[in-house]
């Protein structure tokens, strides 16, 4: 994906098995798209932790937060219930979203990739940011919506 592309037109079961679409959050409210591994890993359970933690500063900037990865939406439901995590968790078992965004792996091709996408309410592109370090997705995320509150 590159900057102002509108978000892929998706739709994937949440973490209750309820079939998600993005569009329904274009002319809404802005939004982060953030790729893991996998649930449980300590890298990954980090990472959305210190979503979890920011979470009502998202809220207050009028942005959703959404993590996926490949696994289950019952994992899904159990990761967010241990952890405690409020937002949204779709599973991309086929790899259908990390395909449409352009997520590529790392390791070798052995690891799923770490990417974090910000959109604005229209569902535009506003910045994508790749790193194997968990604790960075966050801030980054945090500080571009920051710069593009209106």
Do not use: W
């Amino acid at each position: 994906m590159k900057i102002g592309e509108e978000v892929p037109q998706l739709q994937l079961k949440d973490q209750d098995g309820k079939t998600f679409d993005f569009s329904a959050l274009k002319g809404e409210k802005s939004f982060v798209v953030y790729f893991y591994p996998k649930d449980f890993t300590p890298g990954c359970t980090k990472e959305a932790c210190s979503f979890r933690d920011s979470y009502e500063e998202f809220k207050d900037l009028g942005a959703e937060v959404i993590g996926i990865s490949a696994d289950s939406s019952s994992s899904h439901s159990k990761f967010a219930n241990k952890y405690d995590l409020p937002y949204i968790f779709l599973s991309d078992p086929e790899k259908k979203a990390r395909q449409a965004f352009g997520v590529k792996p790392n390791l070798l091709g052995l690891i799923p990739g770490r990417e974090t996408f910000v959109f604005d309410r229209e569902g535009k592109l506003l910045h994508k940011f790749n790193s194997m370090s968990a604790k960075r997705h966050m801030p980054e995320a945090l500080s571009v919506l920051k710069k593009n509150q209106n």
